[in-house]
């Protein structure tokens, strides 16, 4: 069945090596499983050899074998993908001494840490409260000749534990610097300034974020909007989640369903249907142009056998058929829809949500942003120095006391 697998180039996953944790539990050797297991895998070779070996390190950690996992890790190869497997294993349990220990022995040998075994330690300290060495670690990473460490994750930590700690201001100014790497977020890293500015009751601040965002990162722009209208609905703030929503589609953009649904029940039940029809009108017009998208044909032409792909073909070496077009792809910004409003036949209608005081976009700057104290490199800006690095533009001090836990939010 291996051999099949393999020929047919498939992966094996760790759910394939379950058997290793009865052998745990039982009497007999988890040592002598592992070897056979190995044997087998070796014997096979190919992708299955490849994935298995992977997902045999990762399944033995998962169980707490990691001198079984090292041993195979010291019969296969010295990976640090293979290394950082034991490393997350280590921080996940608050095994720091530990992973550092591991740490240490991949960079003295042969195979040394890339940047996730660099962020794991990273959070693994800030995790457990050690902030000093947290910076010395960012300082090492910053002395790295590798030009991918520290990368975007890294940023995405650090700003993480500041945002935990309240701290959103000081978590902006990790995230300027971000920008100024040239580096592209996370939309996770989006999630926690939204939700860390909501728990700290800064909800103004997490519009403000939110609508800077969709300049400054646009990619993240339906997430973060859809992300917003649910918190503002979930703290009872209907009314200013429907404002969100609308505010979103009048960009052309259009908003997660589950975020559209859950607005418009909460306005609906609170007899706002006025407020829920205007978002039922605008949210229809991106359904109606789906439709008449998937409704157009458009001519595929057909080379005929014998022509060459890259050559142009003569009329009679050429057949028209014609076919449907393929599925647009799904994403947070169709990009059929990033046409602006004025695609959307017109521009903000008469009703409530134009005279909503105030309204979301009554603090825009320019229109399309907003600037805070911590903003200091949007779109627009000409940045004329070069990029700054972490620690060379903030100093240890500071640092330590961004990812400090004191000050956490209630």
Known sequence: ALGQASARRLSLTEQAFAFLEAAARSSS?????????????????????????FSLVKALASIGELDAAVWVIEETARRASYYNVLLAAKCKAGDFRGAHELFDEM???????????????LGCLLKNGRATEACDLVETMERSDHDDIPNSLTYEI???????????????????????????????IHTAFIKGYFYAGRIDDACD????????????????????AKLLHRSGRIVEAGSVLYELM???????????????KGLHKMGRGDLCAELKSLFQKFIAQSAGSENQWHPLVLLKPGTVDDAPASPAAQAVV?????????????????????????????????????????NMVGGNQMLTSSSKSFPGHVIR????????????????LLVSQQGKRP
């Open 107 to 121: 960079r003295k040998g042969s195979c040394g840490p890339n940047a996730n075994s660099w962020n794991y330690l």
């Open 385 to 400: 120095e070069p990029p700054r690095r972490l620690m060379a533009s903030m100093p240890r001090s500071q640092l330590l």
């Open 158 to 188: 650090l700003t993480y534990h500041a945002c935990k700690a309240g701290k959103m201001d000081s978590a902006r100014q990790i995230l300027d610097q971000l920008f100024s790497e040239n580096l592209t977020p996370r939309i996770t």
């Open 29 to 53: 050797s988890v040592d002598d499983a592992v070897r056979a297991t190995l044997t087998t895998l070796d014997g096979v070779g190919g992708p299955c050899r490849a994935s298995g070996v």
């Open 322 to 362: 014609w076919q449907p077009p393929p599925a647009p792809a799904v994403s947070d910004g169709a990009e059929h829809l990033l046409q602006g409003p004025e695609h959307l036949g017109g521009g903000r209608p008469d009703g409530s949500w134009s005279t909503l005081e105030p309204t979301l976009a009554d």
């Open 250 to 264: 009048e960009k052309g953009l259009r908003p997660d369903h589950s975020a559209y649904v859950t607005v418009s």
């Open 209 to 228: 974020y939110v609508r800077a965002m969709s300049t400054r990162d646009s990619h993240s722009t339906n997430r973060n909007y859809s992300l917003l």
